[in-house]
């Protein structure tokens, strides 16, 4: 094959468009050895899986190979933005930010999300109402509602919401979240049946109203919204797999064992498979990516030692496992501490301290929702663990907090 820019930029979108991070910045590294000059272009493609892996020297190591000239297109720049944002740095986000000559509604919206991302709701909402009238667009109303609804802000995202002239599918979904993360469960129902006054139904709003009801254990609630959504949307299997998930979840928070064992084993002899946790973090300059339950790390065994310690740490400090969210019945030898122990997440985490015991910060980017336990673990190893999840990214500090506030 004739190698040339255009044939790795091709590579490199496909890549970016199945989501798969490591094979696009390979490319990169390849390019270098194929002494092929990387364009404007390459490097759009290069900036977009330094946000999906979330790394802050990964970033550095590539940005500072970027052209000068490159760094002053209001496209790399908006990428930027919306890169550090995405790794966790907003100040970052925000200096670039400054210099763009003439911001777009790109720009707006990314600096608002990274806002939101980071749990600075207030932050975003100034940004937003700095946003020139003609560049809102519904980009920049998720993102500011996004924001409110991941700092618990209701009242600003209510007066947002409310001047919205054209409300879309998902400016409706994204408003309904908000107020299900409140609790505020009739709000968010009665915009449910405004919504389908006019619409067909939507599955990720009742998807919201569940998650919520899941937050705060109301069982009876949680019934309710998944028999609703099994009536609405019959044939969506996957989705109806993660909230029958959630609902089990709920139940055995409750308290309520034989319903939760129920809905699991029901689940498991169907042949129903939970999305698998992956987990990236990078290890002295090498990004390694953990599955749940990974063994395939060659020092498999001083990783799950760690872990082992990491829980018994936690024990130790009044920490109890939530077992609520495990998904399918417990094999002879396992226990609600082994099965945890081996989530990518907590993987991940043990492998930074196995490879690097003084660490004083642990970087984690993940496909499915952080664990409470994470805080824990940062106060008691006194190290700061930053974590993406599908929803935000959490800021773990020495001193026992947490940049959400916990508002999980």
Known sequence: MNK???????????FNYEKN??????LFNQMKLDHIEADLIIYLCVIKPLSQIGDNSMCESIIEKIPKSFLLDRQIQNSLVDMWGKTGYVDTAKEIFDTILSPD???????????????????AIEMYHRVPSQLINEITNICVLNACSHSGLVDEARSVFNNIQQ?????????IDCLSRASLFEEAQKLIDQYEQNHSPVLTMYMSLLSGARNVTNSCLSQKVYDRMKKLFPDMKDPLISAA???????????????ASDIRIHLHKSGARKKIGLSWTSVNGQIFEFRAHDQSHPRSNEIYEEGEKISKELFEHGHQHDSSWITR????????????CGHSERLAIAWNFVANPNTSKIQITKNLRVYRAT???????????????????HHFLPNGQCSCNDYF
């Open 4 to 14: 040339s820019v255009i044939s790795y930029g091709n590579l490199m979108n496909g």
């Open 21 to 26: 991070p490591l094979k696009t910045l390979s």
């Open 105 to 123: 509604e790109i720009s707006y919206a990314a600096m608002t999300n990274s806002y939101g991302l980071n749990g600075m709701g207030i932050q």
């Open 167 to 175: 409300k879309t599918e998902r400016i409706y979904t994204t408003m």
């Open 245 to 259: 998930i959630l609902l089990a979840n709920v139940y055995a928070s409750s308290g309520d064992i034989d319903k």
């Open 329 to 340: 019945p417990l094999n002879q030898d396992e226990t609600v501490a082994s099965v945890l």
């Open 375 to 393: 805080k824990l673990i940062a106060a008691i190893r006194q190290c700061e663990i930053i974590v993406r999840d599908a929803n935000r990214i």
